[in-house]
Structures are given as structure tokens and as C-alpha cells.
């Protein structure tokens, strides 16, 4: 089975910074594909970023270039640095770790955007 943590989330003004971080536990997390999917209420669930066991990265059109992910096979932890937040990247933050198909999910970080 495997567990996800999350935790740096908060209040921050427009224009400014976080940095979420993911730690997981569980047997074979070398071979999962981890990331962060965002959820507001009332819209699905969407991908934020992900990346593989390979390294390979995907970003989400309205992050690129804002958003950075990391990934430490070695402490089974993922990061997402977060610059240059906008209002509409206010949402509940989850993280993700998928294979085949199914995915283990954390209990999400709230993340608002505000001044």
C-alpha cells in the first residue's frame, strides 16, 4: 500500500511563492509516476504535473513556466515549486502516485491564492 503526505500549503499573496512537498511510503515507489493534480469546487480534478520513473516530465498548459517539479527516488519524495501564483490557482492540492492505471492519492494541501 502506499501513503502520501503532503504539506506547504497556505495563504499567499498573487505574484508570490510556495513550495508543496510530497512524502511517500510503500514498496516499488521507484516504478510509480508521481505528481499533483488541483481540484476546486464545482471542476474536476485536473493535473497540475507529473513525472515518471524515467524522469520524463509533464506540466499543465496554465503552469508551465511558473511550476517546477522534483522528484527524490532516494527519500521518496516529490516537490512542486510553485512561483508567480496567480488568484485562479486557488485550489485543494493533492498528491499523486499512479501505475497502471490506478492511483494512490493524499489527503491534498490547500493552496489560496489571495491579497
Known amino acids: 500500500q502506499v501513503q502520501l503526505v503532503e504539506s506547504g500549503g497556505g495563504l499567499v499573496q498573487p505574484g508570490g511563492s510556495l513550495r508543496l512537498s510530497c512524502v511517500a511510503s510503500?514498496?516499488?515507489?521507484?516504478?510509480?509516476?508521481l505528481g499533483w493534480f488541483r481540484q476546486v469546487p464545482g471542476k474536476q480534478r485536473e493535473v497540475v504535473a507529473e513525472?515518471?520513473?524515467?524522469?520524463?516530465?509533464y506540466y499543465a498548459d496554465f503552469v508551465k513556466g511558473r511550476f517546477t517539479l522534483s522528484r527524490d527516488n532516494a527519500k521518496n519524495t516529490v516537490h512542486l515549486q510553485m512561483n508567480r501564483l496567480k488568484p485562479e490557482d486557488t485550489a485543494v492540492y493533492y498528491c499523486?502516485?499512479?501505475?497502471?492505471?490506478?492511483?494512490?492519492w493524499g489527503q491534498g494541501t490547500q493552496v489560496t491564492v489571495a491579497s
Open positions: 499523486d502516485a499512479g501505475i497502471d492505471n490506478y492511483h494512490y
Open positions: 510503500g514498496s516499488g515507489l521507484s516504478r510509480y509516476t
Open positions: 513525472i515518471t520513473s524515467q524522469g520524463s516530465q
